[in-house]
């Protein structure tokens, strides 16, 4: 274990980050996971809803990083989706939630999504920086 861990190295910082005042910038993030439902019989209308919310959430500095469907059963008659969500700042987040744009669509978001959950999270470690044949795996494990 020792010697994979002396492969592996010491832990390096996250994404880009470099200096004090990167950490201190990506502290200022928020990183939202939004779980839908979404009823299938709207997919059409829910994904131009869904395109028309993003482009007024990047009117506010935000972007959708991330965007994973899962329909796990095919007899349902929803499907959910994963966002992950980042906004520069709570101004922009609160900004994004009162724009009148928006606003403007919620009659098409309450017909087309049933249900929403949305987690606050961080970034986490850069676990893609292990995939190297260089490392030793412990065969013990």
Do not use: W
């Not at 939004?34 to 506010?60: D, G, P």
């Not at 249900?115 to 494990?141: H, W």
Request: with cysteine; net charge negative; aromatic share 4%.
């Amino acid at each position: 274990m020792a010697q994979a861990l002396a492969e592996i190295g010491d832990p390096q910082p996250v994404g880009n980050i470099k200096s004090n005042a990167d950490i201190s910038a990506k502290l200022m993030d928020i990183i939202l996971v939004v779980i839908l439902t979404v009823r299938k019989e709207f997919l059409v209308e829910y994904r131009a809803y869904e395109s028309l919310a993003a482009a007024i959430m990047a009117n506010h500095g935000a972007t959708i990083e991330r965007n994973v469907t899962v329909d796990s059963d095919p007899n349902r008659d929803t499907l959910r989706e994963v966002h992950v969500v980042r906004f520069p700042d709570s101004d922009a987040l609160n900004g994004y939630k009162v724009d009148p744009k928006l606003l403007a669509l919620a009659q098409i978001r309450e017909r087309v999504v049933v249900a929403t959950e949305v987690l606050t999270g961080e970034d986490g470690p850069d676990y893609g920086r292990f995939a190297s044949p260089k490392i030793l795996v412990p065969t013990d494990c």
